[in-house]
């Protein structure tokens, strides 16, 4: 199942957010090899002392943690504005209270295996993206926006994500990082359900729905910032 950890919800949910950061530990540090600071079996950076939001998918008894996102406003401090500013236009401004950052999205692959043996690695995420699509649009968020390396933009497009490109810059590691926007809104949601033959929701709480503006009027800002 999915579900949404909020920060008066950290201390009953310990134990899953217990398995996330050592999650991220072995995905990140020890399998990517990213340089993210690693303390007592733990991936756990200065963002998450900010009150983030993180989507985790669950068993149904909240024991069993298979992947988690971590979700942060870009009105506040985030990776985009302090890290990876360099990968979108200058002229672009993304923090809006509409706008979301997506990071340190993960998969237990062993877990999965083990429980969901007919759900491989890369429907797991496709399903993920799905989820976060599902959350944002629940939560009155009307664009995620995520840095990735170039070859997991297949992924996103796999899952029938509304991914719009906008940068990308060297420096950061053996690859490019790109800066991508994408589309929270009904249309997107039902165009990725189909793609992935989902009918139901992941998400217990889908129950909101966004102003139709939000997309349209970033979509506009983006298209003047590249022109110039």
């Known amino acids: 199942m999915i579900t949404v950890i909020q920060p008066h919800h950290y201390r009953q949910h310990r134990g899953l957010l217990d398995q996330m950061f050592r999650l991220r530990k072995r995905v990140f540090f020890d399998q990517l090899d990213w340089e993210v600071p690693v303390h007592g079996g733990w991936e ?16 149904g008894r909240y024991k069993a943690l298979y992947g988690a996102i971590r979700l942060l406003p870009t009105t506040g401090p985030t990776l985009l504005y302090d890290v990876f500013r360099r990968t979108f236009p200058e002229q672009i401004d993304l923090a809006a209270p509409g706008i979301w950052e997506g990071t340190r999205m993960c998969i237990d692959e062993a877990l999965l295996a083990r429980d969901h043996p007919t759900i491989d690695p890369g429907r797991a995420f496709c399903l993920m993206l799905l989820a976060l699509c599902e959350v944002a649009l629940a939560h009155g968020i009307h664009t995620m926006v995520s840095n990735y390396e170039p070859h997991l933009k297949r992924v996103y497009q796999k899952a029938g994500a509304a991914l719009d490109e906008i940068g990308r810059a060297d420096g950061y590691g053996k690859r490019p990082v790109c800066c991508g926007v994408f589309e929270v ?4 949601l039902g165009a990725m359900r189909e793609k992935l033959d989902i009918a139901e929701p992941l998400y217990p709480r889908h129950d909101c729905q966004l102003p139709r503006r939000g997309w349209g009027a970033l979509k506009e800002r983006v298209a003047e910032a590249v022109a110039i």
């Open 185 to 188: 809104s009904e249309r997107i």
């Open 44 to 59: 756990r950076d200065a963002y998450d002392d900010f009150g983030p939001a993180y989507l985790v998918w669950t068993d």
